[in-house]
């Protein structure tokens, strides 16, 4: 097998959101190199006991046109990364080394970290603590926090409209779901909706930005409620039978880049919502204005077990004697594995789990948990199946490639480091195995950005190990010769932490309006939502790092 270059760490390397940067943690320092290049654009020394805490590996989202009110305190280069445990978050600018930020106390102390990630520009970082009992929305900019009590975080509760950044946030605060809309920037409530439902699951913005689709438990049947983006209800939609009918509910839901939604069900179809009533699926290209819209079915489909479609090519993984994998075409009718081969457990799994969206929206790729080694790829503008991959163990992700419309990335629960490749032009797809060590730990496959555009660029990493593969456009891994620079980076001692703990530089935190300390907290029981001025001192730490000279 040709080589590809490794490079190891102490915990999981990680991706940008672009691609373009890779983040990877080692026992005292933070590296950020060039996914293309492969050089170290930046270091930054770590406290080793805080790299022994580290939970969390987060980027801020790709470079766009921020807001006058977005801007402040970070440049249209900016590309973030932050470290955190429990209690703190350190924050660290790819495009500026000398910039870094600390928030001590991140959850106020109250109760651990359970979830954090960057909000719409890199100056919001939003904080959720365990037991849903609050979201603070850090500000990097103002230094102060805002509270919204009682988020639902176990599920995907919030969403960012694109382009103007509106947050749609969900609540439960007594026994009433809650759809909030916060304003980009200071992240003021324009407006508070009472949803209705038994217990949301799921917020998702339209890729346009005009609809607000809201998915209830499964227990209310097909229920997803439409709302536009000023947040009045629109429509609830309860089904394609008759209103009387309650159905096995919705599972999961995604919004194409065309504008219509689609519905992953309990009972194994996937329903399309149209902004408009057509007669026709294939009709749905030159259907999608807003004028009429009514958000009606439009079509409903689903996977058949066995498989037995005419010209609809299968084709199923294979392991040899020397455990190399690969793909080959499947007799139909085939019939691939149940959720009953991996579970014991009762009541089955079952229902539509995964949708994902090429980048033009003219692709969707599908799994279901009945049979959850499948994937099932479609044409979104016919609905026809136009290919089926059947592999040994579950399927974990689905991820088309951002710019290549017709290329698709496949990651099952296999402990070898093996991701699996579909593209519409090549006559059997690939299964590419990366060479490194994986300790039975949990992997994740990204695309990276290539050198060009006739080289494909993968990385998949573990809590241990990470590695990267360059391919080419016809599926044929690309030999490497090893990275003097990539091959320097150990992970044995490393130079002094000029900010580990006793030998900290005594730097005075940003000054917000001429003031070091900002006023008492502040709240408004009356719409769940709080603003937390604390202390600057105690809370945020920003600083020039002298650059060592080594």
Not at 291 to 316: E, M, R
Request: charged share 20%; glycine share 6%.
């Amino acid at each position: 097998m040709a080589p590809c270059r490794s490079l190891m760490s102490t915990s999981q390397s990680v991706p940008s959101t672009d691609g373009s940067l890779i983040a990877i943690l080692q026992r005292s320092r933070l590296l950020v190199r060039s996914a293309t290049t492969r050089s170290i654009l930046q270091t930054w020394s770590v406290p080793q006991d805080f790299v022994s805490r580290c939970a969390f590996i987060r980027w801020s989202w790709p470079q766009r046109t921020f807001s006058a009110d977005e801007i402040s305190g970070a440049t249209h280069a900016s590309r973030r990364v932050l470290l955190a445990d429990d209690e703190t978050i350190r924050v660290y600018d790819a495009a500026d080394p000398l910039w870094q930020g600390t928030i001590d106390g991140a959850s106020c102390n109250l109760v651990k970290l359970a979830d954090i990630a960057f909000g719409h520009n890199p100056n919001d970082i939003l904080v959720f603590s365990d037991f849903g009992v609050k979201l603070t929305i850090w500000s990097l900019s103002t230094c102060r926090g805002v509270e919204v009590r009682d988020p639902k975080y176990i599920v995907a509760c919030y969403d960012y409209r694109p382009n103007t950044g509106h947050l749609a946030l969900l609540t439960r605060a007594v026994a009433q779901d809650v759809l909030m809309l916060l304003k980009p920037g200071p992240h003021e409530v324009l407006k508070s909706v009472d949803l209705g439902t038994i217990d949301a699951q799921e917020v998702r913005w339209s890729a346009d930005g005009h609809w607000i689709a809201v998915r209830d438990t499964a227990s209310a049947g097909n229920r997803i409620q439409i709302y536009t983006a000023n947040g009045h209800l629109f429509r609830t939609f309860t089904g394609a039978g008759h209103s009387e009918e309650i159905g096995l509910g919705i599972k999961c839901m995604q919004w194409s880049p065309a504008g219509t939604l689609w519905l992953g069900g309990y009972d194994g179809t996937i329903t399309m919502l149209s902004k408009n009533t057509v007669s026709s699926f294939s009709k749905l290209a030159i259907h999608l204005g807003l004028t009429k819209a009514k958000f009606a079915l439009a079509a409903q489909f689903g996977h058949t077990t066995p498989i037995s479609l005419p010209d609809l090519p299968v084709w199923a993984e294979q392991i040899n004697a020397t455990k190399e994998r690969s793909y080959i075409p499947v007799i139909q009718a085939a019939s691939p594995p149940t959720s009953i081969s991996f579970t014991k457990s009762t009541p089955l799994k079952g229902g539509i789990s995964l949708l994902a969206f090429n980048n033009k929206g003219t692709r969707l790729a599908t799994k279901s948990d009945a049979v959850p080694t499948t994937a099932w790829i479609w044409s979104a503008q016919s609905g026809r199946a136009i290919a089926v991959l059947i592999h040994h163990s579950p399927i974990k992700q689905l991820t088309w490639h951002p710019e290549k419309a017709e290329l698709l990335l496949i990651r099952c629960a296999v402990p070898e480091p093996a991701v699996y490749i579909w593209q519409a032009t090549w006559e059997v797809p690939r299964v590419i195995t990366l060479p490194m060590e994986t300790a039975n730990s949990r992997l994740e496959a990204s695309w990276l950005q290539g050198p060009n555009s006739d080289i494909l660029n993968i990385h998949i990493s573990s809590q241990t190990d990470s590695a990267t593969a360059e391919i080419t456009n016809t599926g044929e891994l690309i030999p490497v010769v090893s990275d003097p620079e990539l091959a320097g980076i150990s992970t044995g001692p490393e130079p002094e932490d000029l900010f580990d703990e006793g030998n900290s530089l005594n730097l005075s935190p940003i000054k917000v309006d001429g003031r070091n300390v900002l006023g008492n907290s502040s709240s408004d029981s009356a719409s769940g939502f709080d603003m937390t001025d604390e202390g600057i001192n105690d809370t945020f730490h920003f600083r020039k790092q002298v650059k060592a000279t080594r």
